[in-house]
Structure formats: structure tokens, C-alpha cells
């Protein structure tokens, strides 16, 4: 029967959180989270949910420490490769962004987000070489046409924690 309860008021804890969130309180859902880890320190779903949260709030070198330490311990998790390489990409470090994404991909090779993204920074790496290349070599007419046809502005999607 205790066991029980301890799942219950972890529910509790954790459904505390959502409501923060649901309702704009990203401060107060972090320090909430920070309450729980301090119980829980090695729980990765409150680890990864805490480095979604400090991304929200615009801490992305506190949100990228959160996922290179759960990423260490616990690299069998896709979701948190993927939110790295959102945040490597939302820096313009591409590579990096698409060898998370592909770390993802060994991870959880059915993993749909990763894919979407890593087709989003494949995307942002062709314009980058295409604009390179007529930079290079302006009279080169194959390249206008190849650039048009990239979208200006393909961005992964935010860092999520687990469905």
C-alpha cells in the first residue's frame, strides 16, 4: 500500500508541474522541478522536462548543461539528443545539430521529430552551400533557382520533453 501512495503523490508532483506550464508559470514550474530533483536527482524524466523548461525561459547554455549531463547518463533517450541539436541549431551550429539528431536516430530510428528536424538542418546546410557557392561564383545561373526553392527560415521545432 506505501508504494502506492509514492506513485500517487509523484503523479501529483509531476501534474503540478503541467499546470504551471499550462498556465505561463515557467519560473515557478522550474523551481517546482528543481523541489522534485532535489528528491529525485537521477529521475530522467524530470532531468529532461527541467531542460525543456530553462530552453522556455531562454537559458540555453543551463538547458544544454541540463542535457549533455542526461544525455551522459542516459544516452539510450532520443528526446534529449533532439533537444540538443534544436539548440545547436538555434545557433547556427549545425553540424552538431545534425549529429544529435543522427544520435537520435540510432537511438530510435522511428523517431519522427528527428527526422522532421534533421530534414530542417539538411535544409538550412543546402542553403548554406548554395549561398557559399554563388558567393564564390556569381555566375553560376544553376544556383539562384536551387536557393529560391529553400525556405528562408527552416527551424527545428522546440525542445519537447518525452510524450
Known amino acids: 500500500m506505501a ?15 503541467d499546470r504551471l506550464l499550462a498556465a505561463g508559470e515557467r519560473t515557478q514550474a522550474l523551481a517546482h522541478l528543481d523541489e522534485l530533483l532535489a528528491d529525485r536527482p537521477r529521475d530522467p524524466q524530470l532531468r529532461l522536462r527541467k531542460g525543456v523548461v530553462l530552453a522556455d525561459l531562454g537559458r540555453s547554455a543551463d538547458a544544454m548543461a541540463t542535457f ?14 533532439n533537444n540538443m541539436a534544436v539548440l545547436h541549431a538555434a545557433e547556427g551550429r549545425l553540424e552538431l545539430a545534425r549529429s544529435a539528431l543522427d544520435a537520435a536516430l540510432r537511438a530510435n530510428p522511428n523517431y519522427a521529430l528527428a527526422h522532421h528536424n534533421l530534414g530542417d538542418v539538411y535544409a538550412q546546410l543546402a542553403r548554406r552551400s548554395y549561398q557559399r557557392a554563388l558567393d564564390l561564383d556569381p555566375s553560376n545561373a544553376a544556383l539562384p533557382p536551387k536557393l529560391a526553392s529553400l525556405p528562408e527560415a527552416v527551424k527545428p521545432a522546440p525542445p519537447r520533453p518525452l510524450p
Open 3 to 17: 508504494l502506492a501512495s509514492i506513485v500517487t503523490a509523484v503523479r501529483a508532483d509531476e501534474a503540478q508541474v
Open 68 to 81: 549533455e549531463a542526461l544525455v551522459s547518463d542516459h544516452p539510450e533517450i532520443p528526446e534529449v539528443h
